[in-house]
């Protein structure tokens, strides 16, 4: 490794590990639980030894921890139980410490009973080879590890005739390993292989029906042969639905719907859920005679259901809907064309919204709208790393026709889609920077939020939904100018301490007739990649199996409540100015118990002060260490070479290590990097006539600590002739220049750019500002008017 990418690494681990050295999760095994019984889960990582409670995505009521038991190692056993009803599924998981909350990691709940890979459990023991393959009795759930160069291997009876299903749950738990599953006979020859089922990321959901009876072998290994100690799977094998999508994949609240399978065209199974029930969710389908259930992604949606109707791979077939609707369509063969009519009037707007990946899909949809004379008005791709979205409004009354195909024309029993086409209406999201939180009783933590308005612009209200009594969402509205804000979680001494699960929402009120309401969305951390930039600075990326977590953790947010801090710490400058080459200072006010001995460190995050990739941070924050109260704490940030100006929001945590815990305080302030100066004239604007002799004053608006001189180039206008250079000296503020105004010059606003440079610190920097002057019409015009 070269030794720049050996200490950028050590860099990015150490500012970690120092004030965001909370516990961390590395693995978890098995990465399955089973419903109605209780399994031992083991849980590797760092920072463990203080752990007292598991928090998960679900309620404590489905899935809990019965006892919690610290080995020699510093990790951590979990007996976890899962209630005979929960769903099946992917979900979250959280330990929490003394110290505060991990990481979340991904677990599986399943209906198969579950074997673990014998190398795991047996010293000397392996399956790397096919002469040692592990008996399993069918139908089972196997978990392993898939370690570095790891190839597993199992062995199993097949009747002949006999059709098995398989499945490997490997990349969806939020690990980098890409599972090929082949299939051997008992002499070794090979019978088939499986590579990635898209739309279950690089995992495979699949069957296959044996010709012959006999003793078969399952090898598993990562495509590229890559591993970890933590790349926990699990390998399904027995009787149950390979299906991966349904149609229709949403269903409204407390109404009868029949699903279809694609992938199983008879099974048709009819499905009610509560009127309760909201967003998007696993559906566990087991068939009559299923040794086990498969589950899919489906979604409570209000907009009625809207079927394709076969054949419409031409206009005059093409399927009649309504707006609005999800329409829902099957590209069941290559270069399969949907097409679907809408009657819309002139100036109708509608917005259109393809999903495929989010319900399991692995179609890459392009949508079109045509006119009834097949004429192309608009197409769309996807959208970043979404699916296809846009928005169009009819330009007269008339029959407009969607349609729908795979870009690469692609097909197939899973190849099916959902578009969701609304009126366009004003829209509001809500996203939430954190997804956990450690909060001290009588105390607070700040809570970034930021909202995205579409098609109006009045204030936003936040509110918190599942808090207990005591703990307040503070600073939670957000005006009609504004889209972000930090919010305050604050919990009072009255709160207990424990684990909660909150979620933070938005109401506002587009207009007499429309409330809009959102619920904040997170991106959490599952695994770290030592890359890229979290919101308060973590070193990690979102890989493609990160990006599409369940919802059941993405629309939460934990929070740890504990004993109360025996410090507390504020930003008495919040808005801080820095010249970019130069510094400037910050105050910070500390206040501690008497009995607090122990040192409280500072380490100041985000933005320009970070790691990017191999990139050293552009600003570096000191702040000095603290034992005691102190009052006025001068910090400083220092600008470095090519440093960005921007606005961002600067994360400061202060740390402290009692003897039993390590308390995290976490405050913020807006920090604004621009250049050290930047001349314009003193007032807003100049007055004058044609004909006069205007006097200005151009200033250098210095920002402390600059106070160099500052040559300036101002823009030349004829009938407003300014000298070619004007000079500030060191030290003075403004000079004083005079301007003969043209006696023809037209009445008006005249905004001169005035670009200057100057030596910062040893850099050469520039920077413009501008002269404004308002014409006014001379006396006798005015008289005349």
Known sequence: MPLRVFLACVVLSLGCSRCYGQAFIEGVFPPVVERGATTRVELVGNELETTHSLWTSLPAKVVKAARLIKDKEGNVLADIEVSSDAPLGIYGLRLATKDGLSNVHLFAIDDLPTTNERELELEDASNNR?????????????????????????????????????????????????????????????????????????????????????????????????????????????????????????????????????????????????????????????????????????????????????????????????????????????????????????????????????????????????????????????????????EFSAPEDGPYYLVVRDVVQHGGPAYVYRIEIRELQAELQLTSEIGRMAVPQDNWQPLPISVKRQRFSGPVELALLGAPEGMTLELGNLPADKNTTVSRLHVRSSVPAGLYTIQVTASAQASPELTLTAVATTHPLVDKVPTGRGPHGEPFELREDQRRLPQSLTNRIAVLVTPPSPYNFEIATPEVALPRYLSTEFQLNVTSD?????????????????????????????????????????????????????????????????????????????????????????????????????????????????????????????????????????????????????????????????????????????????????????????EAQ
């Not at 369509?329 to 399969?336: I, K, M, T, Y």
């Open 130 to 390: 096919l002469a040692d393959a592990q008996p399993i009795e069918l139908p089972r759930s196997i978990v392993g590890v898939c370690r570095m160069s790891d190839i597993d291997h199992f062995s199993f009876q097949a009747d002949k005739g006999q059709l098995l299903s398989f499945e490997v749950v490997a990349s969806r738990l939020g690990k980098g390993f890409d599972p090929v599953l082949t299939i051997l006979d008992d002499s070794g020859r090979y019978v088939m292989d499986r590579d990635n089922d898209v739309g279950l990321f690089f995992d495979s959901r699949f069957q296959f029906r044996f010709k012959k009876a006999g003793r078969y072998t399952i090898r598993l290994h990562d495509a590229r042969y890559q591993g970890s100690d933590h790349w926990g799977y699990m390998l399904r094998i027995g009787r149950f639905p390979i299906a991966r999508v349904a149609i229709p994949s949403t269903l409204p609240a407390g109404n009868n719907v029949t699903l279809s399978f694609p992938q199983l065209p008879d099974s048709p199974t009819a499905v009610q859920l509560p009127k309760t029930a909201v967003g998007t969710f696993f559906f566990d389908f087991r068939r009559p005679g299923d040794d086990a259930s498969s589950w899919l992604p489906l979604t409570v949606s209000n907009l009625p259901n809207s079927m394709e109707s076969e054949p419409n791979d031409k206009l005059p077939q093409a399927t009649t809907t309504t707006v609005p609707a999800n329409v829902h369509g099957h590209l069941g063969s290559a270069n399969d064309w949907d097409w679907y009519q809408l009657d819309l009037k002139k100036g109708q707007a509608i917005s259109l919204r393809a999903a495929t990946r989010e319900m399991g899909s692995p179609a890459d949809v392009e949508l079109a709208i045509y006119d009834a004379s097949e004429k192309l008005l608009k197409q769309v791709d996807d959208v970043g790393f979404e699916d296809a979205r846009f």
């Open 594 to 782: 008497d009995g607090l001995q122990q040192p409280i460190v500072f380490e100041a995050r985000g933005g320009e002060l970070e790691w990017d990739n191999l990139r050293e941070p552009r600003v570096i924050a000191t702040i000095p260490e603290v034992t005691g109260s102190q009052i006025g704490l001068i910090a400083t940030l220092r600008s470095k070479v090519n440093t960005a100006t921007l606005q961002q929001r600067v994360t400061v945590t202060a740390t402290a290590q009692l003897p039993d815990r390590v308390v995290h305080l976490t405050r913020t302030l807006q920090l604004t990097i621009q250049e050290a100066f930047r001349p314009a004239g003193a007032e807003d604007k100049y007055e004058a006539v044609p004909g006069e002799v205007l006097t200005v004053r151009v200033d250098a608006h210095r920002l402390a600590p600059f106070g160099g001189e500052v040559r300036i180039a101002p823009q030349q206008h004829e009938q407003l002739p300014m000298p070619m250079s004007i000079v500030i000296p060191e030290g003075q503020s403004s000079v004083e220049i005079k301007i003969p105004v043209a006696a023809d010059i037209k009445p008006g606003s005249y905004s001169l750019t005035m670009t200057g440079s100057a030596r910062v610190a040893k850099f050469n920097e520039q920077a413009a500002g501008k002269l404004v002057i308002e014409i006014k019409p001379p006396a006798a015009d005015k």
